[in-house]
């Protein structure tokens, strides 16, 4: 089943920052559906646990230099 996080993402000030971590989360297998917003510093990502974790997706956040912290 498909689950729906929202992440607080810490760093951003532009909009190419929060096209970099959209694009980074779109990319990854198991991942439906991931919208970032700058004005809300949040991301929200549609994605199947069983193909790929929260952990993971915070992860990949991390590697494009962001901070993830789980809002819900
Ligand atoms: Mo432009 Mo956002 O260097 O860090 S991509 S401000």
Redesign the pocket.
């Known amino acids: 089943s498909i689950q729906v996080c929202r992440i607080r993402i810490n760093g ?3 909009t ?2 929060s096209s ?1 971590v959209e694009k980074a989360l779109q990319a990854i297998h198991g991942v439906q559906i991931a919208q970032v917003a700058l004005a809300t510093e949040e991301a929200q990502v549609q994605h199947d646990p069983n193909i790929v974790s929260y952990n993971q997706l915070l992860e990949v956040i991390e590697d494009t230099g962001f901070e993830g912290v789980l809002i819900s």
């Open positions: 951003m000030t532009c190419s920052c970099t």
